[in-house]
């Protein structure tokens, strides 16, 4: 039987009705999609501060970063960590040096934070004003993501920036 073209033709018509019977069993039915248990999408998100970095400041002016969303991996947890992006000045320092090497000063500004999650595929803008009594230098500026959901962890990254008057 199984030697002829109808046994063959029966083989593959069976394994395609059992592949169908399964793909049924593993797929959601209110999405149409297959069920995992990794299937939700989250994200990292990354500042562009090519424009901060390129030019001189002055008091008074406003620095916007935009934070950009890039997919990251597939998460069996349907409930998404929340974030909050924000970004700060420190400063004045001497040099671009010392700003890399002491930059745990007080905060001479601050964004307000952006709230968000790590499923949401957004992009989001952060406005920092510079207080028009800044003394000119070099400023360390800083963004970071706090990971509100995990114990209040964070990722931050800066670079150094330069206030004239």
């Known amino acids: 039987m199984f030697g ?86 420190t400063g004045p320092f001497v040099s671009k040096q010392d700003a890399v090497d002491q930059p745990n000063k007080v905060p001479s500004a601050s964004s307000s934070p952006i709230q968000t999650n790590d499923q949401a595929s957004q992009t989001f803008t952060s406005t920092l004003t510079l207080p028009t009594d800044l003394a000119p230098g070099d400023y360390q500026l800083t963004w970071q993501i706090n990971f509100v959901s995990n114990g209040d962890s964070k990722t931050t990254a800066g670079t150094t920036i330069h206030v004239i008057k």
């Open 4 to 89: 002829s073209k109808k046994g063959v033709w029966l083989i593959c018509l069976l394994t395609t009705v059992i592949l169908l019977i399964l793909l049924t069993a593993c797929t959601d039915k209110a999405t149409n999609q297959p069920t995992n248990s990794a299937n939700h999408q989250n994200y990292t998100y990354y500042a562009d501060v090519s424009q901060a970095i390129s030019q001189n400041w002055h008091p008074g002016d406003i620095i916007q970063i935009k934070w950009n969303a890039k997919a990251y991996q597939l998460v069996s947890d349907p409930n998404p960590v929340q974030l909050k992006l924000s970004l700060q000045i």
